[in-house]
């Protein structure tokens, strides 16, 4: 049980208003969550949080490949693929950043269990919305709570993840998990294929449907995320003690039935004084001001991947049509393979970021995208590829991108200190959904519309370039974070001096 006291540890963070009351807490309950075997209870939290991203990438893909036929006569909607594609994008980008920040701060204040199911809520019934859409201010106006919904689950789930997922498996899930969008990309591409049939459905109707899909899987996975309980780290620093250790010692009697044997003790204990809250200043320094190569690091891997992904997958269609001569109601089969490329490369490459190491893995899968993107761009420049070859060329250079963009949600994630995690990776999210959502478009949007050829390869050499310069820096400053713990990567800001250690230590580098 865990063990209260009253002394607080030099250099401890004076509790904030509003936690009188709160003492300080021993407890092994990270311990004991990291030396947990994988069993049908991990399972359950990879179902319940980790498939959403599945109906995001269906859903963002099918928008994109649907746009011409919303532009159509006889749609139901008064609106123009520029629009969708335009202000439509734009919108989504601007609510997923605005909610990756808004509930990312309600996630580190309330809890990982409250918000991840808010989320959600927010998330299907905007997209429910979408699909009724009459007028354009409509479809605007929900796809940018669509997005404020989205921006959220990332904040909050991959909160959650991290801190529930043993250490021996945390980056291969993690990784996976987000890979998984791409899973729902190649359902979304080849959904709109189907669609756009109007032998199936009538125009005005089909691409009704493929939103309604959405929301039926998304209240299936609802059910099953209902079973996810809260964070215990959360709540052991959060005053609520007792609840952590009867949930884990739950946990524990269950894995020791599935497993028909008793779990080895835990590796140690951490004492830290509970908090209610943490404010937006302290958050700030500790960021910045403690670990402020850490910060380099997410700005690095956010931006670099936001780039790459909008040097290729911008205007994706627009560069078959013009170039190759590909139809518009087909371009959704290439993407359909480039997707699949993604998902792939988390898929068979994760579980290295668990055992060759996340600074070696994370370098190599920026740099070596990076490299072979200019080798993509300087074929395309001279006329050397086709449709097909491009498309190959892509599966591989995303196969190692998609690995990459995704450990860049879990360094953020695992990095920073327990109570400033979900702001942490809603803040760096932000700034690189930011990037590529705004600054990507305006940079890559007359580059791959010109007709131009070298103006295309330009495009992909600047995606290219940042992902190298990305993994450059990783190589010097990411975290050797594989297998360990997350408070012994980075203490929490209420640990104290006593029981296991000192107080959360700056960085000063990336040790």
């Known amino acids: 049980m865990p063990q209260p006291s009253d002394a607080r540890g030099p250099g401890e963070q004076a509790a904030a208003p509003g936690d009188s009351g709160l003492g300080t807490i021993t407890t092994a309950v990270p311990a004991r969550l990291d030396r947990l075997p994988w069993s049908r209870w991990h399972w359950m939290i990879v179902v319940g949080l980790g498939t959403v991203w599945i109906l995001d990438g269906l859903e963002v893909t099918t928008v994109g490949n649907i746009a011409s036929r919303l532009s159509e006569e006889g749609s139901g909607l008064p609106i123009t693929a520029a629009q969708v594609t335009g202000i439509g994008a734009a919108l989504y980008v601007a609510g997923a950043c605005s909610g990756a920040l808004f509930f990312g701060r309600l996630t580190d204040r309330y809890g990982r269990k409250k918000l991840f199911m808010v989320t959600l809520a927010v998330y299907l019934g905007a997209t429910a919305m979408t699909g009724l859409s009459f007028a354009p201010w409509w479809f605007f106006l929900f796809r940018f709570l669509t997005g404020f919904g989205i921006g959220g689950e990332y904040a909050a789930i991959n909160s959650a993840i991290d801190e529930l997922i043993p250490s021996k498996y945390r980056g291969r899930v993690d990784l996976i998990i987000n890979g998984s969008y791409w899973l729902g990309a190649v359902g979304g591409a080849l959904l709109s294929v189907v669609a756009l049939n109007t032998g199936l459905f009538p125009k005005n109707i089909g691409w009704r449907l493929t939103f309604g899909l959405g929301v039926v899987l998304g209240l299936a996975i609802l059910l099953v995320r209902r079973h996810v309980p809260e964070s ?29 044997r008793a779990l080895p003790p835990p590796a140690g204990e951490i004492t830290v004084h509970q908090r209610k809250s943490i404010g937006f200043g302290l958050i700030a320094r500790t960021v910045f001001a403690h670990y402020p190569k850490r910060a380099v690091l997410g700005f690095a891997l956010f931006i670099g991947q936001a780039f790459l992904y909008n040097a290729i997958t911008f205007g994706f269609g627009t560069i078959l049509t013009t170039f190759y001569d590909v139809g518009t109601g087909s371009t959704g089969y290439y993407f359909a393979v480039i997707a699949a490329g993604n998902f792939l490369g988390p898929l068979l490459l994760g579980h290295l970021f668990d055992t060759v190491g996340r600074r070696v893995m994370i370098s190599s899968t920026y740099i070596l995208p990076g490299l072979l993107l200019f080798g993509t761009a300087w074929l395309f420049d001279r006329g050397a590829l086709t449709a097909t070859t491009l498309t190959a060329c892509w599966c591989v250079v995303l196969f190692f991108a998609s690995a990459g963009a995704s450990s860049a949600y879990l360094t953020v994630s695992e990095v920073f200190p327990m109570e400033t995690r979900a702001m942490a990776i809603a803040f760096f999210y932000a700034i690189g959904t930011a990037a590529g959502g705004i600054s990507g478009p305006l940079i890559f949007a007359g580059l791959t519309e010109s007709g131009v050829a ?13 992902m190298c310069a990305a993994g450059l820096i990783a190589a010097f400053l990411a975290v050797d974070a594989e297998g360990r713990g997350l408070e012994d990567i980075a203490a929490p800001l209420s640990k104290t001096e006593s029981g296991n250690g000192g107080t959360a230590r700056t960085d000063g580098g990336a040790a």
């Open 454 to 466: 070298g103006d295309t390869a330009l495009a992909f050499c600047i995606g290219a370039g940042l």
């Open 232 to 260: 215990p780290r959360w709540q052991f620093i959060h005053g609520h003690g007792d609840e952590a250790e009867h949930l884990v010692d739950a946990v524990e009697r269950g894995v020791e039935k599935e497993k028909g």
